[in-house]
């Protein structure tokens, strides 16, 4: 072949042009300045900017001087239906927030309230660089809300799973911790069989999936987890679940049943690389090995614990046990922002915090949960930018006071930078937030529709007279 032929420029989609490219692949690697080609939704190729330019030849290019260019964030563990109580249930510990605020919040929502909710989440969550979630949903969990629910997410232009909540029997344990008997809308045979017929219509491949997802483990019908772990191995997918969230939570269960959670779990032959267990907080030596040795998922979500005081998660043990972590925001009533910024930097402060080591956990540490933990944790493939994983990756802006004097770009992302400096978010190589408006929601109807909805399912649920304005 002439020399001239093989130095003829290759065809692209996309070029991200002279970017800080943090990559978080095998070596790490930072290129500063790098360029980032995108075909056919993947990445073709990564490295520095003069090469990656030269090799290119792309339908669209994108000058990325002065902005970083990293894998997207996976948030882990969120509740998009919560959208719409924003800002309620301020200042109560974990359970009264449950039971005064949020199951009431719960009942009270409707098919068409569910489906804005998403819709509104996503787009807070993409406009934060977010492009994948696991959306544990649990009201309404009909058939039809759920599959609505999981075509606004895609439709909005993210990846992910939407995890159906589900309660089955109600169990003495339920009974005894004060959940409502109108939540319990479904016996446990009938929780399995909605899932599976929502797991039918989101088979393998769709963009976003449906996954079994049992409430809470320390509460919900032990056949309702052996069912949601067999159907998750019958259509190849992942089970999602609260986890010793709140202190309580492993004593009753023994009271209950003799045996912790987690420990019940391993014991049981359920506990394995398809569980994925929001919060964890609460588990014992024992429990943290037993998630590590069967390489578990496991959601952190420190700015939710910190909001509701629930504790702080063992993250360095669970690490080294093997578990795989993600970080997560709880959604935005605990977490009150879909911003992973704000998520890595927590993260930090509340390890070093709770341990006295200010080494106890570093930016890259961080960064790694939020981007290759967590496609790991989902099963996306993404997470890093390489040649050939899907070409899902946020432009974050640095040209911006709070982001300069720009020394380390990794440090400098995870402690300076927040939502709102993402300006471009691409899913699966399709650009689908950029120039502050996400391209397939109408954002001005979205927000009208949003609010006004909030004001009369707060009034349903009764929850009116926490939207004083001031609070003594």
């Known amino acids: 072949m002439p020399e001239t032929s093989r130095q003829r420029p290759r065809p692209c989609d996309l070029l991200l042009s002279r970017a800080r490219v943090v990559t978080v692949d095998e070596g ?40 970083a260019v990293l894998p997207g964030f996976t948030d882990g563990h969120t509740h998009l239906f919560q959208s719409l109580a924003r800002g309620l249930g301020e200042g109560l510990p974990i359970w009264p927030w449950l039971c005064e605020f949020m199951w009431p919040y719960s009942i009270a929502v409707g098919p068409d309230d569910a489906r804005v909710a998403a819709t509104l989440g996503a787009v807070e969550a993409l406009r934060s660089g977010i492009t994948t979630v696991v959306d544990h949903h649990y009201a309404p969990t009909d058939a039809g809300t759920v599959l609505a629910v999981a075509d606004a997410v895609e439709s909005a232009g993210l990846r992910g799973a939407i995890a159906r909540g589900m309660l089955g029997d109600r169990t003495a344990v339920a009974a005894a911790r004060g959940l409502p008997e109108e939540l319990f809308r479904h016996s446990t045979a009938e929780e399995l069989d909605v899932t599976r017929a929502c797991l039918t219509h989101r088979p393998p491949g769709a963009r976003v999936r449906v996954w079994p997802a049992p409430l809470n483990l320390s509460y919900v019908d032990q056949k309702l987890v052996t069912g949601a772990v067999a159907l998750a191995e019958e259509f190849d997918t992942r089970w999602h679940t609260h986890c010793c969230e709140g202190a309580k939570d492993p004593a009753s269960y023994r009271e209950a049943y003799g045996v912790r959670p987690v420990e019940w779990l391993d014991r049981a032959g359920l506990l394995d690389a398809r569980a994925t267990l929001a919060h964890a907080v609460w588990l014992d030596d024992d429990e943290i090995a037993a998630v590590g040795r069967r390489r578990a998922g496991v959601a952190h979500n420190p700015v939710s614990n910190a909001y509701l005081a629930s504790g702080v998660m063992r993250l360095r043990a669970l690490r080294e046990a093997g578990a795989v972590v993600s970080l997560g ?36 540490d961080a960064l790694e949960l939020a981007t290759r933990e967590g496609a790991g944790y989902a099963g996306t493939g993404a997470g890093s930018v390489r040649v050939g994983a899907p070409a899902d990756l946020v432009v974050v802006g640095l040209d911006r006071p709070h982001l300069r004097p720009l020394h380390r770009t990794v440090a400098t992302l995870v402690y300076a930078a927040r939502g709102s400096d993402v300006d471009m978010t691409i899913v699966d190589g399709r650009v689908v937030f950029e120039d502050d408006r996400c391209l397939f929601v109408d954002e001005d109807a979205l927000l009208a529709e949003a609010q006004e909805r909030a004001e009369r399912l707060a009034e349903r649920a009764g929850s009116a007279g926490l939207r004083v304005a001031w609070r003594h």
């Open 28 to 67: 790490r690697a930072v290129h500063e300045p790098g360029s980032v080609a995108v075909v056919g939704g993947r990445v073709a190729a990564v490295g520095p900017a003069g090469e990656v330019d030269a090799a290119w030849r792309a339908t669209r290019t994108v000058d990325c001087r002065g902005r």
């Open 329 to 364: 925001t709880d959604g935005p009533c605990a977490g009150h922002r879909q911003d992973m910024f704000e998520v890595m930097k927590q993260t930090l402060l509340g390890q070093r915090q709770h341990t006295l080591d200010p080494a106890e956990q570093r930016a890259e």
